[in-house]
């Protein structure tokens, strides 16, 4: 399925955070909370400004973001989780 965002909405599909940690101790599905990293899958072309021009994006497809714990809408497309929410809900761009 193809999906494309509209005006200044991103597609974001959360990192899956490794397992275990520097004890060697394995955390369950259950007790991890969900990752607050991400990796853009697709962009929208940009917020209308009040004068009708787009303002432009500051992220695009396949950067790696970091966004707050409760950002975005979580859907489901072909048995994948993503999240999709608008630019200004991410908080940085991982270099």
Same mark, same amino acid.
């Given at each position: 399925?193809?999906?494309?965002?509209?005006?200044?909405?991103?597609?974001?599909?959360?990192?899956?955070?490794?397992?275990?940690?520097?004890?060697?101790? =394995?955390?369950?599905?259950?007790?991890?909370?969900?990752?607050?990293?991400?990796?853009?899958?697709?962009?929208?072309?940009?917020?209308?400004?009040?004068?009708?021009?787009?303002?432009?994006?500051?992220?695009?497809?396949?950067?790696? =973001?970091?966004?707050?714990?409760?950002?975005?809408?979580?859907?489901?497309?072909?048995?994948?989780?993503?999240?999709?929410?608008?630019?200004?809900?991410?908080?940085?761009?991982?270099?």
């Amino acid at each position: 399925m193809n999906v494309r965002p509209l005006h200044d909405r991103v597609l974001v599909k959360r990192v899956e955070e490794k397992e275990t940690v520097k004890g060697g101790i =394995i955390i369950p599905d259950t007790a991890k909370e969900k990752p607050m990293e991400g990796e853009v899958i697709a962009v929208g072309s940009g917020k209308v400004m009040d004068d009708g021009k787009r303002a432009a994006m500051d992220v695009k497809t396949g950067d790696r =973001i970091l966004f707050g714990k409760y950002s975005g809408t979580e859907i489901k497309i072909d048995d994948q989780d993503y999240l999709i929410m608008r630019e200004d809900e991410i908080l940085a761009v991982l270099g």
